[in-house]
């Protein structure tokens, strides 16, 4: 993927993180979007004395602008993006009996409308260079369903929808369109989580140990190359198996 460059949200920390380091270290370019600089232009010090091309560009998934801004100021100032990961996520669980309106528009608009809207500014540059790869980070259970995140899971699950009508409409223009669909992942998102509901998540493992974010690095940094160019709409588990 040498001198492609690629676009990665919510690359602060995390899986994003992981997949910004795997795509450097594939010989791409990368443009390293979230909300905070400051963490950003960590990764960005670390990539660069790793002879990586590195642009960090401030980014809040929630604010159609702020999209806009960020994506018009990497074309501008890096170059067209070949490659979209949208990673960034949030959740506000809850059961849906009591869930308030502002956490289901909240997480709706950060992991679903921001993914479309990112990818809206993405696609006109991938149609001129007939290239493309856009990649969504869905969840298991976008897949299964879960109790307490009604909003989280209907974002999971649109942005599989999201992926299979995009990779329909773009076939044509040899952009390729998937989804991972991770397991339980060891961030900042899952730290809080309780030892006990982290047993019980183990237990559903064949595999028998919860996921790194360089597992889902690797998946991405696989859809996002040449070997995968004959794969689109699809949905990759990356789970360990708690899903089959
Ligand atoms: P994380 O450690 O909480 O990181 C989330 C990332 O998203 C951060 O870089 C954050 O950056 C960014 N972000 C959040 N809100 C944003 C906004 N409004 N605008 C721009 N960036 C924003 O989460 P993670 O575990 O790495 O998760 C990454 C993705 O994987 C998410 O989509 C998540 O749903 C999915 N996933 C995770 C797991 C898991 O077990 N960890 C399982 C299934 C799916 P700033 O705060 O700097 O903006």
Redesign the pocket.
Known sequence: MTNRTAFI??????????CAIALADAGARVAV?????Q??DELAEQLRSQGSEVFPVQ?????AE?IKDAFAKTAKDFGAIGILV??????KDGLAVRMKRDDWDRVL???LT?AFLAIQQVLQGMMRERWGRIIN??????ETGNPGQAN?VA??AGLIGLTKSIAREMGSRNITVNA????????????GLSEDLKGAMLAQVPLKR??R?ED?AAAVRFLASEAASYITGHVLDVNGGAYM
């Open positions: 949200t919510g690359a602060s920390r995390g899986i994003g993180r992981a979007g979230a909300r905070n600089m963490q950003l980014l809040d998934l929630s604010s702020s949208n990673n960034a996520g949030i959740t608009a950060t992991n921001g980070i869905s969840s298991v259970v976008g989280y974002s999971k991972i669909a991770t397991g339980f992942i060891e961030t900042d998102m899952t730290a919860l996921g974010a889902v």
